[in-house]
């Protein structure tokens, strides 16, 4: 875009963010180039605190709307609890999990595996609970 704030001041926005500037009405400074970065990709991040008792956040990026299924396993690869399960928009994202099973049962001491599916993208963390 172009904006012009007087007869000898004027600023021009260029493609991937080149920024040109006057203050003498025809002279112009060109200002160091500044990328404009794309959103992040798909992330799934540490959960936090870890180790945690009572409760965790796990937080994610998702880089476009997605459906998102986020589930938490024991070791054994046996389902304890779907935390999402739903489409979600683009951006940064968040879900607490308060160490219980689907039931709403507590579980017990131990690591955990949390895995987040995104479309066709999957990731998946560790997590230790302690009682």
């Known amino acids: 875009g172009v904006s012009c704030s007087d007869a000898n001041t004027g600023t021009v926005v260029g493609a ?5 500037r006057t203050y003498t009405g025809g002279v112009v400074a060109l200002e160091e180039h500044q990328s404009v970065e794309p959103p992040q990709d798909f992330a799934l991040y540490q959960n936090y605190p870890n180790p945690f008792n009572p409760v965790t956040v796990i937080s994610y990026q998702l880089s476009v709307v997605s459906d998102v299924v986020l589930t ?3 070791l054994l690869g046996r389902k304890v609890r779907t935390l999402v399960a739903e489409r979600q928009a683009a951006g940064l ?3 607490l ?6 039931g709403g049962r507590p579980v017990s001491s131990g690591l ?4 987040m599916q995104a479309g066709p993208q999957v990731q998946s963390r560790k997590m230790l609970l302690i009682r």
Not at 97 to 102: P, T, V
């Open 97 to 102: 999990w308060d160490g219980s099973d689907q």
């Open 72 to 74: 938490v396993y024991d």
């Open 112 to 115: 955990y595996i949390y895995r």
């Open 16 to 20: 991937e963010g080149t920024i040109l």
């Open 93 to 95: 994202q968040s879900v």
